[in-house]
C-alpha cells in the first residue's frame, strides 16, 4: 500500500491540535434566558448517560462526564476524539431557584433547565394616590 506522507502538514496539525487544545473547553456550551428560566445546552458526544453527574453546591454549579476509551487492542491511524472525564464548572448569580434545577440528555446534549426564584421575577409595585384633602394637626 502507497502512502504520502508530508513532514510539514504533519507539523502544522500537530501545532493546531495543541494550539486549540488549550484554548477549546472539553465540554462546550450554550447559556441563554428563556422566559422565567435560564437553559443550559452542553454538548457532551459518545458520552454514556449513566456517567453524567451534575451537582450545585453554595450557587457552584458542577458537570462531570466519563468517556470510556475504545478498548481492544486496535492500531490507531487518527486519535482525536478524547478520553477520560470532562468537568465544567460555572459559580452561578443570586435569585435562581437552585432547588428545581432540572436536566435532561438526548442526541450528545445535556439540556439544565434553571428556574428564576420567585422571589426575583420582576413584579409591578402599584403606586396609591395620596388623599388630596388637607390634614390639620392639632398642637
Known sequence: MATYWDPFQEMDRLFGSLA??????GMP?????????????????GIDPG???VSCEDRTL???AERTPRSGEDQWLLRERPSGTVARQLT?????ALDRISAS??????????PVAED?????????????EPTTIEA
Open 29 to 45: 456550551m450554550d447559556l441563554f434566558r428563556e422566559g422565567d428560566h435560564y437553559v443550559l445546552a452542553a454538548d457532551l458526544p
Open 92 to 96: 452561578l448569580g443570586r435569585g435562581l
Open 62 to 64: 458542577t458537570i462531570r
Open 120 to 132: 426575583a421575577k420582576p413584579r409591578k409595585i402599584e403606586v396609591a394616590r395620596a388623599s388630596s
Open 20 to 25: 486549540t487544545s488549550r484554548n477549546a473547553p
Open 51 to 53: 456517567s453524567i453527574d
Open 105 to 114: 440528555y438526548a442526541e450528545g446534549v445535556l439540556i439544565l433547565t434553571i
